[in-house]
């Protein structure tokens, strides 16, 4: 099972360089997430989507864009990568079901380093 | 606001010990949803376990169990008898009102053999 797949898995950009990391979800599910995780500081929400066609902001939205491209994928963009957006991105989905909030399944993380 | 605290940032043992990992948050939202990952040294996000705040019964899965306490807003996690593979960054998470996850700053767990 695929699960949340994120691409790429690595990659190093300069300072001012644009870059669009993508996820794609074959749960069905109708919220995505995009995360930050930075030493010491846990997750941080920095998108979501509720479902298609929607977008919200999250903890630390500032230098970033997001797509819902469809149900299947939700992409995060860095218009102008600065040394400070240098951290592991994580791509989530959640799906909705009986017995309450079901739990977020992650992506295997995006290492992304901006010099 | 919600907040989600791991006081502990890492945290070494010997194999066979047991270990709690403690998770306090806040909430003020009188429904709610904890939940635990494990992010192994590979670097993947693993749900361990969700509980609901209307349901505070302990739960046990092997070496695993979880005392949840509503009147000390924790979320505690144990492994019992612990292995070299229960090595990683173990996350606490909050969902109350709304579509956000609030995550604690981790505890790094170091079993040695």
């Known amino acids: 099972n695929a699960g949340v797949t994120q691409t790429p898995k690595f990659q190093v950009l300069k300072t001012g360089q644009s870059m669009t990391l993508q996820c794609a979800q074959d749960?069905?599910?109708?919220?995505m997430y995009w995360y930050r995780q930075d030493p010491g500081m846990g997750l941080r929400l920095i998108y979501y989507?509720?479902?298609?066609?929607?977008?919200d902001k999250g903890e630390v939205p500032n230098g970033y864009n997001v797509s819902r491209l469809n149900k299947r994928e939700f992409s995060l963009r860095l218009e102008s990568a600065a040394p400070s957006q240098t951290s592991v991105y994580f791509c989530?989905?959640?799906?909705?079901?009986?017995?309450?909030?079901?739990?977020?399944?992650f992506g295997d993380g995006t290492r992304l380093s901006i010099l | 606001a919600q907040k989600v605290t791991q006081a502990q940032t890492e945290i070494s043992v010997v194999e066979k010990e047991d270990v709690t990992l403690d998770c306090v948050y806040e909430?003020?939202?009188?429904?709610?949803?904890l939940f635990w990952y494990k992010q192994p040294p590979s670097g993947e996000l693993v749900f361990l376990i969700r509980?609901?705040?209307?349901?505070?019964q302990n739960e046990i899965s092997g070496r695993y169990s979880w005392n949840f306490q509503k009147s000390t807003s924790s979320f505690n996690f144990t492994i019992t008898a612990s292995q070299v593979v229960d090595s990683a960054v173990y996350f606490c998470?909050?969902?109350?009102?709304?579509?956000?996850?609030?995550f604690g700053g981790g505890t790094r767990l170091m079993v040695k053999p």
């Open positions: 989530a989905s959640r799906g909705t079901g009986i017995g309450g909030n079901q739990p977020q399944h």
């Open positions: 749960m069905n599910h109708n919220s």
């Open positions: 989507s509720a479902s298609e066609g929607t977008t």
């Open positions: 909430t003020r939202d009188t429904t709610y949803y």
């Open positions: 509980r609901n705040s209307f349901d505070e």
């Open positions: 998470a909050l969902k109350a009102a709304g579509n956000m996850l609030t």
